[in-house]
């Protein structure tokens, strides 16, 4: 790619201020002062901006703790939303969330820059699973246990089975193969035991990293990513 690109791209500046860098001397390919943006660079090249070092990964992977009172989307003129808990070069890589978790909902959001990765993810064919832990109005039950291993029937669709585990009186951790809107709120409602708090502590191969707190991140590891991509049914280079 070429250099004056990669730079905007990963957010230094504009193309053009990226230009101007680059004229000014201020940029550096693997030690030598490029001659201008043009220039390609090469695979594995290191780019210093003013003598520091730039993170020149194009694809990231990012696992985020979301904490409640941020919207799940890229922007919004009101409210935070999980961009704005990363730094501004994700949103210029064209990071995005992979679904959604609601408003009040915490705990484990992926994003990435990889598209077709999120869309294969989301997919409704290929049932990933997805684990939240739920805290409900009243005691929960063998009978909701029941309910949710037979496929709960909600207005407009009946869900797939669903593993429940009560593991306090009004506390159940869920593991659902779908994403539909409000899922997990509307399969507690449908058994008369309205969700107060709701934490998602997996998503597929992914567990969420205890030691991030609500609204810290960090980037997927080696392993985490390539657990993703089998998942996904994709070959990750
Ligand atoms: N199900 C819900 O009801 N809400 C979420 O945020 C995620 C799953």
Not at 163 to 177: F, H, N, Q, S, Y
Not at 220 to 233: D, Q
């Amino acid at each position: 790619m070429r250099l004056d690109k990669l730079l905007s791209q990963l957010g230094a500046a504009t193309r053009s201020q990226c230009r101007e860098l680059i004229k000014a001397g201020r940029v550096r390919v693997s030690g030598i002062v490029p001659r201008s943006g043009e220039e390609a660079v090469p695979p594995g090249a290191e780019i210093t901006l003013d003598g520091k070092r730039l993170d020149t990964r194009l694809d990231r992977y990012v696992m985020l703790n979301k904490p409640k009172d941020v919207l799940t989307a890229a922007e919004d003129r009101r409210m935070r939303t999980v961009m704005d808990l990363l730094p501004p070069v994700y949103a210029a890589l064209g990071c995005m969330p992979v679904g959604r978790l609601d408003r009040d909902t915490e705990g484990l959001l992926l994003l990435t820059t990889d598209g077709e990765l999120g869309h294969r993810l989301l997919s409704p064919k290929r049932h990933v699973d997805k684990t939240y832990i739920a805290r409900v109005e009243g005691w929960l039950d063998e009978e909701d246990r029941a309910a949710f291993a037979a496929g709960i029937q909600l207005k407009d669709f009946t869900a797939l089975p669903a593993a429940l585990e009560i593991i306090a009186p009004d506390m159940g951790r869920v593991t659902v193969r779908e994403g539909k809107y409000h899922q997990v709120k509307r399969m507690f409602g449908a058994r008369g035991k309205p969700v107060k708090e709701l934490k998602r502590t997996a998503f597929g191969p992914l567990t969420l990293d205890e030691s991030l707190r609500p609204g810290e991140w960090r980037e997927l590891t080696e392993e985490e990513c390539a657990a993703l991509y089998a998942v996904a049914g994709m070959e990750h280079e």
